[in-house]
């Protein structure tokens, strides 16, 4: 069974830093590009960053770029996403999600962590 | 970027109808790119459909997709009481790739 479990969240100050994890199991982690999208408490879905098979190809939206590094660990089927400067707007749920087919729809999703920005 | 605006917000149904939600584009989505998604409350977003038509393993032939270019519908023949959640269109022909604000289907 394809399984994405995602780990590392919590409250956190803004400015601070906090990295979140993805474990994924049941597949070729590494022939697969991964990706981060979250949803803010109550809102729609937003995608944050990808990353190619070999960390070739990174990417992110415009409303994280300089702040988050994503970034994987095929030896250890492991996805990561490094948050720094932390702001009140990043609070979301942040799921891990496979790419299927390059660059094109999420499938499947983990069942997220929840990060929350707050003094 | 592709703004994709979702329509109704919320569609009140009872089960055994028809639902029809429409996800439009602000600009023609390269090669009908799109994928539809159902969110339950407290769950990750299930792939339902992609490339506008193709159902996902696993995905009753209730749901179908349709459209091209800046239109696209997702219908749900006969809605089902476990089909009343929230459903979102994505976009994945440009960069960045996008979604729609979800349109919640409740029960009437």
């Known amino acids: 069974e394809v399984q994405l479990v995602e780990s590392g969240g919590g409250l956190v100050k803004p400015g601070r830093s906090l990295r979140l994890s993805c474990e994924a199991s049941?597949?070729?982690?590494?022939?697969?590009?991964m990706n981060w999208v979250r949803q803010a408490p109550g809102k729609g879905l937003e995608w944050v960053s990808s990353?190619?098979?070999?960390?070739?190809?990174?990417y992110y939206a415009d409303s994280v770029k300089g702040r988050f590094t994503i970034s994987r660990d095929n030896a250890k089927n492991s996805l990561y996403l490094q948050m720094n400067s932390l702001r009140a707007e990043d609070t979301s749920l942040y799921y891990c999600?496979?790419?299927?087919?390059?660059?094109?729809?999420?499938?499947?999703w983990g069942q997220g962590t929840l990060v929350t920005v707050s003094s | 970027e592709i703004v994709l605006t979702q329509s109704p917000g919320t569609l009140s149904l009872s089960p055994g109808e028809r639902a029809t939600l429409s996800c439009r584009a602000s600009?023609?989505?390269?090669?009908?790119?799109l994928a539809w998604y159902q969110q339950k409350p407290g769950q990750a977003p299930r792939l339902l459909i992609y490339g506008a038509s193709t159902r996902a393993t696993g995905i009753p032939d209730r749901f179908s997709g349709s459209g091209a270019g800046t239109d696209f519908t997702l219908t749900i023949n006969r809605v089902e009481p476990e089909d009343f959640a929230v459903y979102y269109c994505q976009q994945y022909g440009n960069s960045p790739r996008t979604f729609g604000q979800g349109t919640k289907v409740e029960i009437k």
């Open positions: 600009q023609s989505v390269a090669l009908n790119f």
């Open positions: 999600a496979r790419d299927p087919h390059d660059f094109s729809w999420f499938d499947p």
């Open positions: 049941g597949f070729s982690f590494s022939n697969y590009t």
């Open positions: 990353i190619s098979e070999t960390g070739t190809y990174i």
